[in-house]
């Protein structure tokens, strides 16, 4: 499943250790003070990897 995160750049290192975690593949990112990352996420880790960004307060959005 695809996802799109939008953080601030200073979270970029929990936001990746998530993505890691999930075994997400990036499709695309654009890192500024404001970033958004794209990423493909396998189904089967995909609840995991929501959860934790739903902990962590970060806006992402279900692209598929």
Do not use: G, W
Not at 34 to 57: G, M, R, W
Request: hydrophobic share 45%; aromatic share 8%.
């Amino acid at each position: 499943l695809v996802i799109t995160i939008e953080f601030e750049y200073p979270r970029q290192i929990e936001v990746m250790q998530i993505l890691r975690q999930a075994k997400a593949v990036i499709k695309s990112q654009d890192m500024q003070l404001f970033c958004t990352i794209t990423a493909e996420i396998p189904l089967s880790l995909y609840e995991e990897a929501v959860h934790k960004l739903k902990d962590k307060e970060l806006n992402f959005l279900r692209s598929n």
